[in-house]
């Protein structure tokens, strides 16, 4: 029986060597704007300005072109889809929650400094979710949050 409470000893002792050999040092800490299990923003698509094209075909007929400080004037360019991918894919994609503050500075374009633009983005919470769209005005702040508890079909006032 003594024999038994040692060996029983000396395997508790080599489970808690192991144990602090193996644990990490440090835990990381919580972010709950990191993506959860398979929830995380894909954004499928981000247009900043697509509004303004009317705009921008009036005034081509009228003749105008870019100001080009110093440079030579081209002809206004047309908006395009995706014009904003690159900066919105950085801001949310693979987080559970992400806020966009819709100005030229945040899109890295300004496709008319003379209109009032908006921003469409198209996201998934998941890879077989469904696209949802979100639409906000300049100078605000679109939020798109894929936790658990929210529901895309009431978030998303653009579809």
Known sequence: MKFHA????I?????????LIIVPDEVAPYDPDEATGNRFV???????GMNCNPEITRLRK???RTTGEGKSQRPLDLVT??????????????????NILATNDTMQADPLSACYKQLVV?????????KWTKKTDQGT????????????AKETKYN
């Open 6 to 9: 040692i060996a029983v000893g």
């Open 11 to 19: 395997i508790c002792v080599l489970i808690v060597i192991l144990y």
């Open 42 to 48: 894909q954004i499928v698509d981000a247009t900043w």
């Open 62 to 64: 009228l003749g105008h």
């Open 81 to 98: 889809l995706n014009n904003a991918i690159y900066p919105v894919t950085e801001l949310c994609n693979n987080k559970i929650k992400c």
């Open 122 to 130: 198209g996201y998934r919470c998941f890879s077989v979710d469904r």
């Open 141 to 152: 702040i679109m939020t798109i949050d894929c936790s658990p508890n929210v529901d895309q």
